[in-house]
Structures are given as structure tokens and as C-alpha cells.
């Protein structure tokens, strides 16, 4: 299946759906224990492991951003009719052979409910009792994996935290939004007054990438809850700080960061819900990520826009 056909594809065209991905055997990658360090034999094998799911999600999150943009019914009835297949089919509610497979699931579920909430309006009382169904069957296996988990809670937990959050937040579901609020409490409670996360600082030379990475999910929580963090503003005033000059980042850490990027999109979310940096900022030309719902320059349904927040939604 071939998503850029997908995306560009003509006015009432429509691939079916793939079979539905049951079972996740993905791979951990890093071969370090700061995991810093990319073995590239396990790194594409794990990419190849979750090619299918990858697809899926980016697939429904193009003809979800498509419909929004410009309400062709074919993009929704496109979205829609993947989306209640793999409901119908419980897709990745069967073996998670690791906990990187536990993780692609929390990205696309979260990327998922994301995706529908643009396409919600169009769906049909019957395809939205199957999918919102199917969304929160995998936000209540979210849930009771991380619960159980004796790990630190890192970034991966916020990532749980948006998946759960968005899936409350589209199917009006309290218990899910309960939960996704207790994330965020816990995340907030976790930055120290300089704007660090503990946890993604020991990730040496990658310690930069994780804040920013770990921040992506929490600037969307906090838009969603409506919520005005004066501890996200410390950790995004210090992440996006790091991008300008690492070196501060670099001597907590004793290693030289790798980063050579600009400031991650997720920052039209920050700016379109009040936030404000600092340094200059330039989005990508291309604001795209299906786990956060597909264009990042066009404002969710779940958001909070802030009147004059000085970023466009670009709906």
C-alpha cells in the first residue's frame, strides 16, 4: 500500500483498507543503557516490524486532514471506512510481544483518536459506535499496561498520557480524561525549576532530543485540558533554549547533544494555545506528524485556540 498515492489520490478514490495488524512484534533499538546509542541492524528490523502500522495510521490521518481542510466527502468516507475496519477487526488488541510494541501502540492510538476527532462529524451514528468502541478498548489496554509497569515514568508515559487524553476527549469518555489529567499532574510535578526532566537528561547525548520529544505530547495534553502550565513554559523555555545554544544542556550531561534540527513542530500547538518563546521560531514547511494527528499547522477539533495567540491554525 502506497500512502503517498493515498494522499494525492483523485476525488472519490479510495484504497481498502490492509488487513488489520493483530498482534505487535516490535524491538527495542538502543545499545547503550542511557539508550543514546542506534544499533541500525535492530533499528530496521523494528522499523520493518511496524511498517504496517506505521501505514495504517498515516493513511487515516492524510484523509482526515484532507476532509477537515475541505469537507470532500470522499476523504472522510475514506477515513472513516479504514477506521471501522480494523475496529471490526480488534487490531492490536491481540500479543504485544515487547514493550516496544506496547509504545507503537500508545503512538498510533493516540495518533488515531487524534485523526478522527477531524473527521468525527462526518462519521454515522453506527461507524462512530464501532470506532469510539475500538479506541477505547486500546485506551483501557493503554491504561492497564502502564499501570502495571514498575518502570520510570518518562516520556513514554506522557505519550500514554496523550493517547488515553484523546481518546476521552473524542468519545467523551471520563475515566480516559481522568487518567490523561493524572499524567500531566504527574509530568508537571516531575520539571524542576530549570525546566529539566530528570529522567530525559540521562539520556546523554540525546538528552536534548528527549526533552523536546518528551515535551511533544505535553503541550498537547495541556491544549486539550485547556490548561496554563507555568512548569511546561520552564520545560519548553529550556528545550527550545537548548536548540538555540545546547551547551548548557551539553555541560549538565557532560556530552556534546545531537541535534541538528530546528525547533520541533509541535510548537504551532504551544503557540496557538498562548504560549510564548523566547527566540525566533520557523515551522516546517511540512508540520506532519500522524502520531499527533497529521499537520500540526492545522488546529485539532480538541484544542483550545487562544483569540490572538498570534499563530494561525491554518483552518
Not at 38 to 59: G, I, M, Q, S, T
Not at 157 to 163: K, N, V
Request: charged share 20%; net charge neutral.
Amino acid at each position: 500500500m502506497c500512502i503517498a498515492v493515498l494522499a494525492a489520490r483523485p476525488a472519490g478514490a479510495c484504497e481498502a483498507p490492509p488487513p488489520a495488524v493483530v498482534d505487535i512484534d516490535a524491538n527495542s533499538y538502543y545499545s547503550d543503557s542511557h539508550h543514546s546509542i542506534v544499533d541500525p541492524v535492530r533499528k530496521a528490523r523494528n522499523e520493518a516490524a511496524v511498517k504496517p502500522v506505521n501505514d495504517y495510521l498515516d493513511a487515516v490521518a492524510h484523509a482526515a486532514v484532507a476532509w477537515q481542510r475541505t469537507h470532500r466527502d470522499a476523504d472522510a468516507r475514506c477515513a472513516l471506512a479504514w477506521l471501522a475496519s480494523w475496529a471490526d477487526r480488534k487490531a492490536m488488541l491481540g500479543t504485544m510481544t515487547t514493550e516496544q510494541s506496547y509504545y507503537t501502540r500508545k503512538w498510533t492510538l493516540g495518533g488515531l483518536a487524534l485523526g478522527y476527532a477531524r473527521v468525527k462529524p462526518a462519521a454515522t451514528p453506527d461507524e462512530r459506535r464501532r470506532i469510539e468502541a475500538w479506541l477505547l478498548a486500546l485506551a483501557d489496554a493503554t491504561m492497564r499496561h502502564s499501570d502495571a509497569h514498575k518502570g520510570v515514568r518518562n516520556n513514554h508515559y506522557y505519550w500514554e498520557g496523550l493517547a488515553v487524553t484523546a481518546t476521552g476527549a473524542v468519545t467523551g469518555d471520563a475515566r480516559c480524561l481522568a487518567w490523561g489529567r493524572k499524567v500531566f499532574d504527574d509530568a508537571m510535578a516531575q520539571i524542576r525549576p530549570d525546566g529539566v526532566l530528570p529522567y530525559e537528561l540521562e539520556r546523554a547525548g540525546r538528552a536534548l532530543h528527549y526533552h523536546l520529544y518528551a515535551a511533544a505530547p505535553l503541550v498537547l495534553m495541556a491544549s486539550i485540558f485547556d490548561v496554563q502550565s507555568p512548569q511546561l513554559d520552564k520545560l519548553i523555555a529550556f528545550s527550545v533554549g537548548g536548540v538555540a545554544d545546547p551547551s548548557a544542556i551539553a555541560t549538565m550531561t557532560g556530552v556534546e547533544q545531537e541535534w541538528s534540527g530546528g525547533v520541533p513542530g509541535w510548537i504551532a500547538i504551544y503557540l496557538r494555545h498562548g504560549g510564548k518563546v523566547a527566540v525566533p521560531v520557523k515551522l516546517p514547511a511540512v508540520n506532519w506528524d500522524a502520531r499527533m494527528g497529521g499537520d500540526r499547522s492545522l488546529a485539532n477539533p480538541l484544542e483550545h485556540v487562544v483569540t490572538g495567540s498570534g499563530s494561525s491554525s491554518g483552518s
